[in-house]
Every structure is written in structure tokens, then in C-alpha cells.
């Protein structure tokens, strides 16, 4: 293991136990800091949880975006991304971000009762 990928590992073990812990200041910044070194989808997920949790819609769109992007059939990350945009207020793409975690996952519970939330509130 390089020295690179060791220490982002280590930031973000420690983001991922603050993050368990709700210090999301200092989960933020362990895994912005393992994000610098090596960009991974379950960093940029846990750092989506994190602004998501301090109602920082924008930034935990943008997180759960790159998280999404990165990974291989990230039906979490979609749903995430989804719950972020449903929050912002953005039910159209909250809708169809959901649709795509249900493509991946179609037992995915959770997200079917979202989009179901989603659907019956949609205003026309």
C-alpha cells in the first residue's frame, strides 16, 4: 500500500468514526483531506452524509453526485443524492436519481418508499 492511499485510509477511518460520533465539523474535515489524496466514492458518500446532516443541501448534492460517478452501481449513493434533492426541494431529479437506485437495486425498500412519498406529493 503506498503512503498516499495508506493515509487517506486513516483519514478516513477517522471521518467515517466522527462521522458515527456527529462531529461533522471534524468528519468533514478528515474526509475532505482524504478526498485530496485519494478520491473514492464511499469518502465522497460519508462527506455527502455529513453536509446532508447540516441541512448543507448543495454541498451534499455535489458529494453524493461525485460518489455516484465514481462508483460501480452505487443504488446507496443514488438514493442519497435523491434525499438531498428532495430536500432542496428538487422532486423531479430526486425522482428520477431514485428511479436509477431501483434500477440497481429494485428490493431497495427505503428508496421505494421515497419515491412513493415523492409521487404523492408531486405538485403538477
Known sequence: MTKKLSESSTLYHEGRDALASKNYVMAIEKLERSSLLVP??????????CFLELNNYSRAIACFAAAAGLGKKQFKAYFLLAKALFAFGDKVNAKEKLEQALEINPNFVT??????????????
Open 111 to 124: 428508496a421505494s418508499d421515497l419515491l412513493k412519498e415523492i409521487s404523492d406529493n408531486q405538485e403538477l
Open 40 to 49: 473514492h466514492f464511499k469518502t465522497f458518500e460519508s462527506l455527502g452524509e
